[in-house]
């Protein structure tokens, strides 16, 4: 067999070398493809050096691909890789005669002297691989945009998912010597120490939460999940005022449910102590309006980035996200909710693998901008069917489409509130009128357990129980009076409340 590489073959099995649409040869480098295969057939450590940068795809030569298979195959089998071995595996899958024979894979070797450069080398078939990979995938895009009988919304999501599967796929990241690591390990300990609460994370406004959980720490996956009418996204929207407005750390809230002035309404009944009932019919009595006209300020400047893009994919995300970070210096993302986003562009063979996806996709997102994502997640029937106290109670087989979720989960909380399910008292008799359970079921870094919080239901508010609350208007916002640094006491939510709040949406039928 000739060993030009554009030489006449089966059009099944060769790529090919000019591309028509661009007129220029397809990226290659078939003398590289040569000398790496010879360095791994006379150097016993080599495969293990170029393993992870290298796939039988990787080469652009077809007569390469089955070699580079056929020395896999042996490295993976713990067999010696050489000359003979090589010969014997390609005999033996029946390629040998496509490679051209054993005397191909001699020429191979005969003009390597070792293999000191093959990691080098690797890398520059890695990159015209990846090279090839976008040019196929701009021909596709470019193709399919010229037929008039395609959708160009689904064809832009096609798209999208395309190239965020090819970026994963190739997303390669290095060792780190523990020295660094160390360093870093121990600033944080010391940052901890100066703080008084031994907060390493972003604050979640909340003490006892924060006890637990030590602020929501960079790179995790926080997931926080509940049935309708618990309170999860206004649980979400405490968080975010505490964090944004409190404690002034940049946070990005991305919204699929709402529109951002339904988000921003429920901040300013959060915020000002206006019913959410009066934020829609704007029958504010004039206390209500001077609580507004003073309070609102405080949102005002406040570093809270609100995105309501629906359908949002983990592409775009993953997209929007880099420029919140590195523009905004955003510490923490917000989504409301997993189950509304999607993986377009992606096939899949049932919706319950779109979602697995979709949550390894955002464990992988945290790592990468090092910051922590926290993850709004429905809860499927099943509580609903149990009876008692710890029947109704909330568990890790609960979480809806997909057993991923809790598997790349670093936390899992659950909002969950007995009163809605006429359970007044706990095990211990106290009162769970107008409160809610933060459920910590899952902690990588920590301890389980629960916290009890306020609900004000009527505000979409959640706060500590034990705070002590300022007459309106007589404190200014990100004091005590607000969120998690005010409180009305113990005063209980009246059931009738409770049942028809405000801003109910379609997948969340009751409040909140």
Not at 34 to 52: Q, R, T, Y
Not at 223 to 243: D, E, V
Request: proline fraction near 5%; glycine fraction near 6%; hydrophobic fraction near 40%.
């Amino acid at each position: 067999m000739p060993d030009n590489p554009t030489a006449k073959r089966s059009s099944k099995a060769a790529p090919k070398a000019f591309d028509k649409n661009y007129g220029h040869l397809q990226p290659q480098a078939v003398d590289i493809e040569k000398v790496v295969l010879g360095a791994l057939m006379i150097d016993k450590d080599a495969f293990s050096i170029v393993s992870e940068t290298l796939r039988p795809e990787t080469f652009y030569e077809p007569r390469h691909q089955k070699i580079y298979n056929a020395i896999q195959t042996l490295s993976m089998n713990e067999n010696p890789v050489d000359i003979m071995t090589v010969v014997d595996e390609l005999k033996r899958e029946g390629t040998i005669d496509d490679v051209g024979g054993a005397p191909y894979i001699v020429d191979l070797s005969s003009h390597v002297a070792s293999s000191a450069h093959i990691e080098y080398h690797a890398k520059i078939l890695a990159q015209k691989f990846l090279a090839r990979q976008l040019i196929s995938y701009a021909s596709v895009v470019e193709t399919k945009a010229f037929d008039e009988t395609q959708d160009v919304d689904e064809l832009m999501q096609e798209a999208e998912g395309s190239l965020f599967e090819l970026s994963q796929r190739n997303m390669k990241k290095d060792y780190t010597q523990v020295d660094p690591v160390i360093t870093r390990a121990i600033d944080i300990l010391q940052k901890a120490s100066a703080n008084a609460g031994g907060l390493t994370g972003v604050p979640t406004g909340f003490e006892k939460l924060d006890e637990k959980t030590s602020g929501w720490q960079s790179s995790d996956l926080v997931i926080i999940a509940g049935r309708p009418a618990m309170g999860k996204t206004s649980f979400a929207l405490s968080l975010a005022k505490n964090i944004a407005v409190d404690y002034h750390t940049p946070i990005a809230f991305f919204s699929l449910e709402m529109n951002n002035v339904q988000l921003v309404n429920r901040l300013i009944s959060n915020v000002c102590e206006i019913p959410g009932n009066k934020m829609l019919n704007g029958q504010l009595s004039d206390d209500e309006w001077e609580r507004l006209d003073k309070n609102v300020r405080n949102l005002q400047g406040s570093p809270l980035y609100i995105d309501d893009t629906p359908g949002l994919s983990i592409f775009e995300l993953r997209t929007k996200a880099r420029r919140l970070v590195r523009e905004k210096g955003v510490k923490i993302i917000m989504i409301d909710y997993l189950q509304l986003m999607n993986a377009n562009g992606m096939r899949f063979g049932s919706r319950q693998e779109e979602v697995s996806k979709i949550s390894q996709s955002l464990k992988g997102l945290a790592k990468e901008l090092d910051i922590p994502i926290l993850a709004l997640s429905q809860l499927n029937r099943t509580v609903e069917n149990r009876e008692g106290l710890e029947g109704k109670r909330p568990q890790l087989s609960d979480l809806r489409e997909s057993g991923a979720i809790e598997q790349d989960a670093d936390m899992v909380l659950f909002v969950h509130r007995p009163e809605y399910y006429h359970i007044l008292t706990d095990e211990k008799g106290n009162d769970l009128r107008g409160m809610a359970q933060i459920i910590i079921a899952k902690h990588r870094k920590g301890a389980t357990g629960d916290v009890l919080l306020t609900f004000r239901g009527e505000f979409t508010r959640f706060q500590d129980p034990q705070k002590q609350s300022a007459p309106i208007g007589d404190a200014p916002f990100g004091s005590e009076i607000i969120g998690s640094k005010m409180n009305t006491g113990d005063m209980p939510l009246p059931p009738d409340m409770m049942e028809s709040a405000p801003f109910g949406s379609p997948a969340d039928p009751a409040p909140f």
